[in-house]
């Protein structure tokens, strides 16, 4: 694993700038790596993680950085729960991780640097200092991972009967004995609607 310096200096460059969410998502990474025994994720060991994170803000494009995980390779995994969270999965051995960070942990930052304003800066470096256990929980879980959900997994592409646009993995609706995307089996729950 490279160090942490060079890990957050490579997730402030993909992210764009640098914050206390993305100082959060390369230790939570780190952590989780380190827990499952995996020491070059994007490397040597870029075919044995699967990362779920549950927020889609700064710490995502970190953990992503640290990882090697992405949505393309599908091995990032992304639920929307608005937490910051992430759980890793070691597919050989199917051992896996969440952690969580803790909200005490700003109330941490606020007492360590009292005279500074701004509660980024003050956790910016708070978060660079803070044991592991101060700034997150840790909890041993199991991921049923189905097999359309491995990276790698090539499964049967079909044209939706009504747009005919390419559908993947199974991921059609069947209607009135027709195959449909979810857009056209459900036109009120598209998150796009057409100007035509």
């Known amino acids: 694993m490279q160090p ?3 890990l ?13 969410g993305q100082i959060l998502g390369v230790r939570m990474a780190m952590l989780g790596c380190s827990r499952l025994g995996i020491t070059d994720p994007r490397g040597a060991d870029r075919k044995r993680l699967v990362t779920f ?17 992405r949505l393309g390779k599908r091995a990032l995994k992304f639920r929307d729960w608005g ?3 992430a759980t890793f999965l070691d597919l050989p051995t199917g ?25 980024n800066e003050q956790q910016m470096l708070a978060y660079r200092e803070l044991p592991d256990a101060e700034l997150f929980t840790e909890e ?15 499964g049967e592409r079909l044209a939706c009967a009504v747009c005919g646009e390419g559908i993947n993995f199974d991921r059609w609706v ?7 995307c979810h857009g056209c089996a459900d036109p009120a729950e598209r998150y796009y609607q057409p100007l035509t």
């Open 140 to 154: 041993w879980v199991r991921v049923s991972l189905g097999a359309r959900e491995f990276p790698g997994f090539k």
């Open 95 to 119: 051992r896996a991780i969440r952690i969580a960070a803790r909200e005490s942990s700003k109330d941490a930052a606020r007492r360590m640097y009292p005279a500074l304003s701004s509660k």
């Open 8 to 20: 957050l200096r490579e997730a402030e460059t993909a992210h764009g700038h640098l914050c206390a």
């Open 4 to 6: 942490f310096t060079e």
């Open 53 to 69: 994170v549950e927020i889609d803000r700064c710490a995502t494009d970190a953990i992503a950085v640290v990882t090697g995980c």
């Open 83 to 85: 937490k910051m969270a």
């Open 174 to 180: 069947l209607r009135d004995e027709r195959k449909l």
